[in-house]
């Protein structure tokens, strides 16, 4: 959820067209559903007479209110959560952003892999507190892992799966993709691909687990503590998909 500026709302309304209406939204709202904050009343008015609808999903609040409607453009890649039964049944179209965001969203797993096996959670802490203590980094519990040395399982081989894969093996990783068709074959960056039915046996061996796949029924709740519990105890886990992939009720102490 963003809030537009006063200069981004003046760049809109000088692109659009002559003829059409343009109307800037104040008041907050999500377009995918999450976050429990519901449309507003002020964006339900406004898709009335809406004929296309770009946003993260669309709810049913917003499908039902929008009669005229004949296309939806998501600016993610799943869209599971719009696939409710009156727009699976209607005749309006649905896309979706798929590998739009593959490359800022892999340098993001990147940096948090970094991030972690060079112990920058630690030095950027310690920099804050004007702490010096090289002993920690020196023989002390601290020690600073390299990205090739890592055995990498990216669950999701799509856009952002790939891109990630792509960046971690030039770095020295080896990685494992899973995927639903395991059949269609390792995209590149990949050295192989499995099957879901395959993840539990590759979890003790994982170095690091990215998390990259869309929404689904099947990938819902992916990572639940039974799974957590097969990595290594200093295994890196990087969720870059929906927070739903995480079984929130099962890792509810490990997430605190």
């Known amino acids: 959820m963003w809030r537009l500026s006063d200069e981004?709302?003046?760049?809109?309304?000088?692109?659009?067209p002559a003829d059409w209406d343009v109307r800037i939204v104040s008041s907050r709202t999500i377009s995918d559903g999450d976050g429990g904050t519901p449309a507003s009343a002020e964006v339900l008015d406004a898709i009335t007479d809406a004929e296309v609808y770009v946003g993260f999903g669309i709810t049913p609040a917003l499908f039902r209110a929008a009669p005229r409607l004949r296309w939806?453009?998501?600016?993610?890649?799943?869209?599971g959560g719009a696939l409710f039964p009156e727009m699976v049944s209607s005749d309006v179209i649905l896309t979706n952003s798929a590998a739009v965001h593959a490359a800022p969203i892999a340098e993001f797993v990147v940096a948090g892999v970094l991030h972690f096996l060079r112990s920058l959670d630690v030095a950027?802490?310690?920099?804050?507190?004007?702490?010096?203590?090289?002993?920690?980094?020196?023989?002390?519990?601290?020690?600073?892992?390299?990205?090739?040395?890592?055995?990498?399982?990216?669950?999701?081989?799509?856009?952002?799966?790939?891109?990630?894969?792509?960046?971690?093996?030039?770095l020295g990783a080896h990685c494992t993709g899973v995927r639903r068709r395991p059949e269609l074959g390792a995209p590149?960056?990949?050295?192989?691909?499995?099957g879901a039915d395959a993840l539990d046996d590759l979890l003790p061996d994982a170095d690091l687990l990215v998390l990259a796949a869309p929404l689904t029924g099947s990938t819902r709740g992916v990572l639940d503590a039974e799974?957590?519990?097969?990595?290594?105890?200093?295994?890196?886990?990087?969720?870059?998909?929906?927070?739903a992939l995480l079984d929130e009720h099962a890792l509810a102490d490990e997430l605190k």
């Open 72 to 79: 939806v453009h998501s600016a993610s890649a799943g869209v």
């Open 188 to 194: 590149s960056g990949f050295a192989t691909v499995v």
């Open 227 to 243: 799974r957590l519990a097969r990595l290594p105890n200093d295994a890196i886990v990087v969720n870059v998909g929906r927070g």
């Open 124 to 170: 950027v802490r310690r920099q804050a507190e004007a702490h010096w203590d090289p002993g920690a980094f020196q023989g002390g519990p601290l020690v600073a892992r390299e990205v090739g040395e890592c055995r990498a399982v990216i669950v999701g081989t799509g856009g952002i799966g790939q891109a990630t894969a792509e960046r971690l093996t030039a």
């Open 8 to 16: 981004g709302a003046r760049r809109i309304l000088a692109a659009a």
